[in-house]
């Protein structure tokens, strides 16, 4: 089947904005995660999701920032009032489960390139 | 906290074997991973390790001391191919559930 999809691939926004990260995970995947990834840095964990539920939104830089996921499938990532420190890549990956065997194997989607002017 | 360090660069040559370590910091850990990323894509998983010693796959191998806070990658008969990121990434499990906590990376450079 299909592979983890995000979207859009590019935005490029002015400061103060809001944006909206689109994140579709691999059908029967549980577990799906957010990163974030500055120019020739590693990945930065932002926050999880078990099913439609986020325990820990520690990961998340600022209150800007808010994540929600329906129906266990589609999540969106939201910035709000954007930053340019906020440009990076947005990764979203997901696992078919959080633990045991089927948590190993994190699939990334391709990213969301985020410009902020 | 959570710390994770791997050399920034690395060369090798082709055919050669090269190996890129991983020492990392957690208090609750739950199995160490390597991914693998070419410049412009995302990260692909190579290997996972939860018990300590050595797990083969091909031509990659994955070493983990839990002790020592500790993990290797081991890369055989290197291919041009082969350039690219490698992320030394660590799960942890705390009162917020679980975490997966990337290095920074190391770039691998394979010369002919």
């Known amino acids: 089947g299909a592979g983890v999809s995000q979207s859009p691939s590019n935005k490029v926004t002015e400061k103060g904005k809001d944006v909206e990260l689109r994140c579709d995970p691999i059908s029967g995947h549980t577990a799906l995660y957010w990163y974030r990834q500055s120019l020739g840095q590693g990945l930065e964990f932002l926050i999880y999701?078990?099913?439609?539920?986020?325990?820990?939104k520690s990961g998340l830089p600022s209150d800007r920032f808010s994540a929600e996921r329906t129906g266990g499938s589609v999540s969106t990532l939201t910035i709000q009032r954007t930053q340019q420190e906020d440009s990076a890549v947005y990764l979203c990956?997901?696992?078919?489960?959080?633990?045991?065997?089927?948590?190993?194997?994190?699939?990334f989607g391709p990213g969301t390139r985020l410009t902020v002017t | 906290g959570q710390n994770i360090d791997q050399p920034t660069e690395m060369t090798a040559t082709e055919g050669a074997i090269v190996q890129i370590n991983c020492t990392y910091q957690t208090s609750g850990f739950n199995g160490l991973f390597w991914y693998q990323q070419h410049a412009g894509e995302a990260p692909t998983f190579l290997s996972y390790n939860v018990l300590d010693g050595l797990e083969e796959k091909g031509r990659f191998s994955s070493f983990l001391s839990r002790s020592k806070g500790y993990s290797y990658l081991l890369l055989k008969e290197l291919q041009m191919k082969d350039s690219a990121s490698y992320l030394c990434a660590v799960r942890d499990v705390g009162t917020g559930g679980f975490k997966t906590i990337f290095g920074a990376g190391t770039r691998l450079f394979v010369k002919a």
């Open positions: 990956a997901s696992s078919l489960d959080l633990a045991g065997a089927g948590s190993y194997e994190q699939y």
């Open positions: 999701f078990q099913g439609n539920s986020a325990p820990d």
